[in-house]
């Protein structure tokens, strides 16, 4: 498979076509933002460690019945993916209390909640991907009811699964974000799943291990994303 003309190219990821209308073919950057693009950064190795990790969960996912949009790692920091249409919607799961939950509503950070929390989320960059319900995911267009369902159940599957699969390697899933997209008839998880997307804190200690690092100066971000793709694709 050849890599073809830019199609786009975001905050972390250039996605290229291919010869097969059918694929395309994604490449991790090592550039980091955060706080919608106000703090703009490097991690050293950033890429090939998110796209490592990425193609490993996937795989675990697509073990566990959950179709992915992945297909095949063609380079260290390059995934050949299906082409999906896009939902214009961010899924954030939560097990755990941190980040905007904390802010919002005045939270103690580590509060294990009772449940998890799914949020959704508009991604638009210009509007700072403003908070939406159920209603507004609906009625304003952006998802079907019958189809928000199924990435509802999907995205339910995904935590439980994720969770464990953390938990046995030490990690404490606390949070992350889910894309999705469809083919057809056909509800893929698109995007990744990596320490940029995830908080990812040490079960024992809490010591975190995802891009809060960067977000927050804490340090040794490199050696922390190195830590999680070894533990979890061991
Ligand atoms: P939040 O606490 O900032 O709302 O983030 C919740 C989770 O979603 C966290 O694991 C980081 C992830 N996330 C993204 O992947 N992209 C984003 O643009 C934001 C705001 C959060
Ligand atoms: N990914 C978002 C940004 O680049 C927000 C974040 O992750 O903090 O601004």
Not at 22 to 42: H, I
Not at 103 to 112: F, H, N, P, S
Not at 203 to 214: I, L, M, W
Request: glycine share 6%; with cysteine; hydrophobic share 40%.
């Amino acid at each position: 498979m050849k890599k073809g003309k830019l199609l786009y190219e975001g905050k972390a990821k250039r996605i290229y076509r291919t010869d097969d209308p059918a694929v395309l073919w994604a490449e991790f950057k090592d550039s980091a933002t955060a706080f919608d693009g106000d703090k703009k950064g490097t991690i050293a190795r950033k890429g090939e460690l998110n796209a490592a990790m990425s193609a490993h969960l996937f795989a675990v996912l697509e073990r566990a019945g959950v179709p992915t949009h992945f297909l095949e790692q063609v380079t260290e920091r390059a995934h050949l993916i299906r082409n999906l249409t896009m939902i214009p919607v961010e899924i954030v799961m939560r097990n755990v209390a941190a980040g905007s939950l904390v802010k919002r509503y005045a939270l103690e950070r580590g509060l294990i909640l009772k449940k998890p929390i799914l949020e959704y989320y508009l991604k638009d960059d210009s509007l700072h991907d403003p908070m939406l319900n159920r209603n507004h995911v609906i009625i304003l267009g952006y998802c079907t009811e019958p189809k928000l369902r199924r990435i509802e159940a999907a995205a339910v599957k995904i935590n439980r699964v994720l969770r464990n699969y953390f938990r046995k390697r030490g990690f404490a899933l606390v949070d992350f974000k889910l894309e999705f997209g469809t083919r057809g008839s056909r509800l893929y998880l698109g995007d990744e799943i990596s320490p940029d997307t995830c908080r990812i804190w040490e079960a024992k200690t809490g010591e975190v291990f995802d891009k809060d690092r960067f977000r927050f100066d804490l340090g040794e971000v490199e050696s922390h994303y190195e830590e999680v793709v070894r533990r979890l694709t061991a």
